[in-house]
């Protein structure tokens, strides 16, 4: 007769694996981290707290060695209403406020 082969398998003790550990909440003071800063002229003010501010930035090409001027229009909360049309303005990069403002005014050179 032919003889079956049992395998027994032993058991083996279950090793609980260890729980992620929760970190801690750490607190950011606003000055440790800011966006980056831009400046650039109001060209907008006609919407409540936001201005339109337009940021021009001089770009080399790479493969043609030519200056190019790169304007962008970026809206920006003014909670003050102190800008003015023309004005010079410093702003920097904060969460997002709405769905297109993701700047606020700094100061007004």
């Not at 950011?28 to 003010?45: N, W």
């Not at 006609?46 to 043609?64: A, S």
């Not at 809206?75 to 709405?98: F, W, Y």
Request: proline share 5%; hydrophobic share 30%; net charge positive.
């Amino acid at each position: 007769m032919p003889t079956k082969k049992t395998t027994t398998k032993e058991a083996e003790p279950k090793v609980k694996k260890p729980r992620a550990v929760k970190a801690e909440k750490v607190v950011v003071e606003k000055t440790a981290k800011k966006g980056f800063t831009l400046t650039g002229v109001v060209t907008s003010t006609k919407m409540q707290k936001t201005i339109v501010v337009k940021v021009t930035n001089f770009v080399k090409h790479p493969k043609y060695q030519k200056y190019l001027t790169l304007t962008k229009k970026y809206k920006v909360h003014d909670e003050n209403g102190v800008a003015k049309m023309g004005d010079t303005v410093q702003i920097v990069e904060t969460r997002p406020l709405s769905k297109d403002k993701h700047f606020t005014l700094v100061e007004k050179k």
